[in-house]
């Protein structure tokens, strides 16, 4: 077990030097000593203690991290940009895994590193802080929100829904988006949800903001707020039984 710290200014900028190095450098060790060393973190308040495991899924990532921090205020952690920073230093081999030859290839820094300002549209980016902030929102539902592809770049559902807060944040549209586009029994997209032309995410997207106009989206349930979906919508409509959110699987 380790013993969870929290990057502080010097050890941000070692990890985000390392990161464009890495770009350079393929088979550049990560810089582990950051977690521990003194002069680049700083314990964390709380004590809190991870273990570094394999996960399989964003979504079990996001599971452990609400398990590991149970004891803390949400919001005390929640734009703690020097924590999150080094959680996924701690999870790089997660977050970006070296091949056969020991290469790895990062994606852009918002996945590694949080800023100081916030920014929605930079921190929905994260590996690790945004699988715990949708399984603590929406549970079973939030796998939808996590799906990824190829080297754990984000999928058009991932982008369309995951990039706006409004919608991140709203249950009834996230339950709705997971019965649509996500199979259970085979913990994968359903076939054909990643397009983006008719009853794609990238619609509903469009189309939730269109009603939001009109109706409080928030106070909706699954059902009535698939009932308001155009025709071009009931093919994924009929795929699964719709839940209440009240039945909504929770971590």
């Known amino acids: 077990m380790s013993a969870v710290r929290v990057l502080n200014a010097e050890g941000l900028v070692k990890f985000m030097g390392y990161l464009a190095e890495l770009r350079v450098t393929p088979s550049k060790a990560p810089p582990f000593e950051l977690l521990t060393d003194g002069r680049y973190s700083d314990p964390f308040d709380p004590p809190v203690t ?3 495991q394999s996960f399989n899924s964003a979504y079990e990532i996001g599971a452990y991290i609400i398990k590991a921090f149970e004891r803390c205020e949400d919001r005390l952690i929640s734009r703690n940009y020097g924590l999150w920073s080094w959680l996924a230093l701690f999870y790089f081999d997660q977050l970006c895994k070296p091949d056969d030859s020991g290469n790895r290839k990062p994606l852009e820094d918002a996945v590694y590193v949080l800023e100081e300002r916030f920014s929605f549209r930079r921190y929905y980016r994260h590996g690790i802080r945004t699988p715990w902030m ?3 929102e929406h549970g079973e539902h939030a796998k939808v929100l996590l799906l990824t592809s190829g080297k754990g770049t984000r999928t058009d559902i ?4 995951g990039a706006y807060q409004h919608l991140f944040a709203n249950r009834t549209i996230i339950a709705s988006a997971y019965v649509m586009y996500f199979d259970p029994a085979q913990q994968k997209p ?5 397009g983006k032309g008719g009853g794609s995410a990238r619609r509903l997207a469009s189309i939730a903001r269109q009603l939001e106009l009109t109706y409080d989206l928030q106070e909706c349930t699954p059902s009535e707020f698939l009932a308001l979906l155009p025709k071009e919508f009931h093919g994924w409509v009929g795929r699964a039984s719709v839940p209440r959110l009240s039945e909504s699987p929770r971590v």
Not at 158 to 161: G, P, R, T, V
Not at 190 to 194: E, H, K, P
Request: cysteine-free.
């Open 134 to 136: 949708a399984v603590k």
């Open 158 to 161: 991932n982008e369309q829904l």
């Open 50 to 52: 991870i273990e570094q």
């Open 190 to 194: 359903r076939r054909g949800a990643g």
